[in-house]
């Protein structure tokens, strides 16, 4: 079955600096499945929005959704393995069959996805963090201010592209001047001795945890660093190394879930599944992806254990969106949709005149 495909292009609302780089502009494509049930044909919508680094190019993820692999066409497919070879692709498919099926049984994206994990009823509403970006320690104090005061009371601040120095002056800066939880993402910067310094620093200041403090691939790094005060979250190791490795090497406390880079909500669901049994907390957040995304990775959230704030509120970081925000951030919550599917039509016009 072959996807309806729109490209899109998003500009963000000023660059987004972090240890990886730079990101001033998001593409991907709208996907649309359209599937016969005795009640005539039911549509889905979903969003692949590749990254490179974190994704597949552009190009491949296109090229991927003009012949998608037969098995992504079905409901309860699961993948071989932790990662497919492109992942924006199968989740933008694998969101349009779900959202489709979704639509069908009259329930809720988040619904589905939780039966599908063997977890309880899903949440009406999840918690989300803001994310501060690198910056001056003035203009880091600043966005974490602009932040509480808009609701938030979980702020995770990127790290690592200045000296290790700065980096935790601007941290120790926004403790004294805020009152939220703190969590600083490294992206990999820090080399092993770096990163047990400042896991030593930021346990004085009350830091909930740190992400990606080593580079991926060094889950020994990451095992060591537990137990210090702060807890260890794991990102890039979970997308390089796999959940099951992160979970055999014991090197996170908290892992970072983002549907569009692990290939799907379902995916995202499954490895949540493994990951709660192991006593690992999932965080689910986004690649700074579109509305239609987004509102999936809300559902995924929604349907996972925990409580958690999540990176969900990425949404004000884009200039334009590809419409109506379905998810808002109202005093550092999202209210889950409750409507049929994932956001039921409201993108269908995208794809379908």
């Not at 292009?9 to 987004?16: H, V």
């Not at 400042?198 to 991926?216: D, M």
């Not at 992806?289 to 254990?305: L, M, T």
């Amino acid at each position: 079955m072959s996807p309806e495909r729109r490209p899109f292009a998003l500009e963000l609302s000023r660059p987004l600096s972090t240890a990886d780089g730079t990101i001033d502009r998001r593409r991907g494509f709208l996907v649309g499945v359209e599937q016969s049930t005795d009640g005539g044909t039911v549509r889905g919508v979903g969003e692949a929005t590749p990254l490179p680094g974190w994704t597949e190019s552009e190009d491949r993820c296109g090229a991927t959704l003009n012949d998608p692999p037969t098995e992504w066409g079905v409901v309860d497919a699961a993948l071989d393995g932790d990662r497919p070879a492109a992942p924006a692709a199968r989740h933008g498919y694998r969101l349009a069959v779900l959202d489709a099926a979704a639509r069908a049984s009259d329930r809720s994206l988040a619904a589905l996805l939780a039966e599908r994990g063997g977890f309880s009823t899903p949440s009406d509403a999840v918690p989300v963090n803001a994310t501060v970006g690198d910056g001056s320690v003035e203009a880091t104090v600043a966005a974490a201010r602009e932040a509480v005061g808009s609701g938030f009371d979980s702020l995770k601040l990127k790290v690592g592209a200045r000296s290790l120095e700065t980096d935790l002056d601007r941290v120790r800066a926004v403790a004294d001047a805020v009152d939220a939880a703190i969590r600083v993402d490294a992206n990999g910067a820090w080399s092993r001795k770096s990163a047990e310094r400042a896991v030593e620093e930021l346990a004085a200041v009350g830091v909930e945890y740190v992400e990606q403090p080593c580079p991926a691939a060094e889950l020994s790094g990451l095992s060591a660093l537990r137990g210090r005060g702060v807890e260890i979250a794991a990102d890039e190791s979970i997308r390089d190394c796999g959940v099951d490795a992160v979970l055999d090497a014991g090197a996170a406390d908290v892992a970072i879930l983002k549907p569009m880079a692990l290939g799907g909500p379902d995916a995202a669901v499954d490895a949540a599944r493994r990951l709660v049994r192991a006593g690992v907390d999932p965080v689910v957040t986004t690649t700074i992806d579109g509305a239609v995304a987004r509102a999936a990775a809300v559902h995924v959230a929604a349907a996972v254990p925990g409580d958690r704030a999540c990176g969900l509120g990425t949404g004000e970081l884009l200039a334009a969106d590809l419409g109506a925000d379905p998810v808002p951030v109202v005093d550092g919550a999202i209210t889950v949709p409750d409507g049929p599917g994932n956001v039921g039509a409201a993108f269908d016009d995208r794809l379908w005149d």
